[in-house]
């Protein structure tokens, strides 16, 4: 090789060192950026996902019938029963609201794993007698127009568990009115809110035999554990058929 070609060869080596040594600065400089940006906006969506916890367990829990933090007072809880399968232990949690000390109701995260598009995430609240204070979808993937009737602002259909109770393992009536059961089902799609009802009564059935159990538990909300965040938007999946 000649001192000629060793000349060329350096020229056209230099601007390829110069564009990585510019390239390594540019993705060092973005990677602190980011990291700059979470750091200064963790503590915000962490109080947007509090008011939004907050916010939803108001809407099932009146909250002048308690009077504890009940954002700060939960329980980690895995069972069938809330969605667990064989093959993983699904953590849920339960949020206790008590007055005076006393439990008034809880309301327990679980996931309906059969809806039409996918698991349906919920969020039940079960009063002290057994009964249904109230229902909510956290998080679903539904058919928009059908299966999206789930969710309160496109219909009342979820207040309809509002005030029911779950007598038995073999109470008939917590079924949709096409299996013999006093729910409604949606014009087009069964599937859905079959699989909503079919959730919210084995939460009822889990809440019947295992209160005093969830009720014993240490509280995790004030043990390091971070509370889950309520999705404050669902995700909608565009389906034809239902």
């Not at 980011?34 to 009146?62: C, F």
């Not at 249904?132 to 928009?144: I, M, N």
Request: hydrophobic share 35%; charged share 25%; glycine share 6%.
């Amino acid at each position: 090789m000649t001192e000629f070609d060793d000349k060329k060869r350096s020229a056209f080596q230099l601007p390829i060192q110069k564009n990585s040594q510019i390239l390594a600065i540019f993705a060092i400089a973005c990677t602190a950026i980011v990291g700059l940006v979470n750091e200064l906006t963790k503590d915000k969506i962490k109080i947007q996902a509090q008011r939004q916890l907050l916010s939803t367990l108001h809407s099932i829990i009146e909250p002048n019938r308690y009077d504890n933090d009940i954002t700060q007072d939960c329980v980690k809880l895995s069972s069938p029963l809330l969605g667990a399968s064989k093959s993983s232990s699904t953590m849920q949690t339960a949020y206790i609201a008590r007055k005076n000390g006393e439990p008034v109701a809880i309301a327990m995260t679980s996931t309906a794993p059969d809806g039409y598009n996918g698991n349906i995430e919920l969020i039940i609240a079960i009063n002290m007698d057994d009964t249904v204070s109230g229902v909510r979808v956290l998080k679903h993937q539904e058919t928009p127009g059908l299966g999206d009737k789930i969710e309160l602002r496109k219909s009342n259909w979820i207040s309809s568990f509002n005030g029911k109770k779950l007598l038995s393992e073999k109470d008939t009536r917590w079924g949709v009115i096409k299996d013999g059961g006093m729910f409604d089902q949606f014009t087009g799609a069964t599937i859905t809110p079959r699989a909503v009802v079919k959730a919210v009564k084995k939460a009822a059935l889990y809440f019947k035999d295992s209160k005093d159990l969830v009720l014993s538990r240490p509280n995790s909300c004030l043990i390091g554990e971070q509370t889950p965040q309520v999705e404050a938007d669902t995700l909608n999946e565009t389906n034809n058929d239902e």
